[in-house]
């Protein structure tokens, strides 16, 4: 059997082991440290934005589950949450004991429809239940319709969470993904764009609410010489050897990008001539996806060939695809939850399929997956 080609594996850039040394060294191995400090440092200079500040953390749903909180969400309250996303958008409210609320997608970005957003919200206040917050995702690194949710989340004044966990690099009319709400949420998870294993960030706008994120992150213990809690904390703060590493890839992210968006051109080209299967791209010019993975959808009336058949031709091959994330709101484990929308998303899980996206991929991987893709449209 062949080498496997991964949908997305991790891709050391070479001085990352420079900067886990260095803390070694020091014996900075506690939680806190140069790196922790550089780390956040390094991601509100790549962020460009100046009232940036970012407090790294244990992961991508530790940040979400904080921001949540700094929202004010309480058991028995609603959040709205993109119902296209992985569960980790969505547990962090069942972490509070609120109930999730699914807004359907639109059909440019994938993203949150505005227009669905605002009927559940006015549907859900009708009922006696403002929601908390809004937490919206920029699906594999496709920035959604910013200005239009921010503009309803305004009107209704509920407080946006991004979750931005897949699209570091993405921008929307120029402005950072992750920079636009209260809060922006990253990940550095094994699969993403850069990783550090595990590892996530909180990206907030002020420093009383970093702050506030650094202490719930650290078990919430008062100033006092003794240990004394006035809170309930949590043990979500990032250590100094996992922040080394993300520095290290951190020098690397643009080039990350750059690859990413690579392949996504390779799908496009490869596509152009094939009727019945759309490339996921940027609708606008507003719009700069990193591409963290590149996803089709296939129209099995024009090709005779659904996602299925392309993804098992595939595994044949000892490639990994994957169906695109299947809606929050088809979950068993938020059957109950209400939900607004169409069927949009539904559409999108059935018929789409994410390719393999690595920024480590070779021109023969390339070629192995182009073979595949002939051979099941020819």
Not at 289 to 298: D, E, G, P, Q, R
Not at 305 to 334: G, Y
Request: hydrophobic share 40%.
């Amino acid at each position: 059997m062949q080498d496997k080609i991964w949908l997305s594996s991790p891709h050391m850039g070479g001085t990352e082991l420079k900067y886990v040394h260095e803390a070694f060294d020091a014996n900075w191995v506690a939680p806190l440290g140069p790196n922790v400090d550089g780390f956040e440092k390094d991601l509100e200079n790549f962020l460009k934005n100046t009232d940036v500040k970012v407090a790294v953390l244990s992961a991508g749903t530790a940040a979400l589950h904080l921001a949540l909180i700094q929202c004010g969400v309480q058991y028995g309250d609603e959040v709205i949450c993109q119902s296209m996303t992985f569960s980790a958008s969505a547990n962090p409210i069942a972490y509070c004991g609120a109930t999730p609320v699914f807004i359907d997608s639109e059909k440019d970005t994938w993203n949150m429809c505005p227009v669905a957003l605002e009927e559940a919200i006015q549907d859900r206040i009708s009922k006696g239940k403002k929601p908390k917050a809004i937490i919206v995702v920029h699906l594999y690194g496709m920035p959604a319709k910013m200005d239009e949710i921010l503009a309803v989340a305004e009107k209704f004044e509920i407080p946006v969470i991004e979750d931005a966990a897949e699209a570091l690099g993405s921008t929307y009319k120029g402005k950072a993904c992750g920079t636009f709400g209260r809060f922006g949420i990253l990940s550095f998870n094994g699969n993403k764009i850069i990783t550090t294993s595990g590892g996530g960030a909180l990206v907030c706008h002020n420093q009383e609410d970093k702050d506030k994120a650094v202490f719930l992150s650290t078990q919430a213990r008062d100033n006092a010489p003794h240990y004394q809690h006035s809170h309930i904390g949590y043990n979500y703060r990032m250590s100094n050897i996992v922040a080394g590493i993300g520095r290290g890839q951190m020098e690397v992210l643009n080039d990350r990008v750059a690859a990413r968006r690579k392949m996504h051109d390779f799908y496009a080209d490869i596509f152009k001539n094939i009727d019945g299967v759309e490339v996921f791209s940027e609708p606008t010019d507003d719009y700069f996806s990193n591409h963290w993975l590149s996803a089709i959808l296939v129209d099995v009336a024009k090709t005779g060939i659904t996602r299925e058949d392309l993804r098992l031709a595939f595994l044949e091959d000892n490639i990994e695809s994957r169906p695109l994330w299947k809606p929050m709101h088809m979950q068993p484990v938020f059957a109950d939850a209400p939900y607004y929308g169409v069927n949009i998303a539904e559409n999108l899980f059935e018929n789409g399929l994410c390719l393999p996206s690595g920024s480590n991929l070779s021109d023969n991987d390339r070629e192995r997956i182009n073979k595949i893709i002939q051979q099941i449209f020819s």
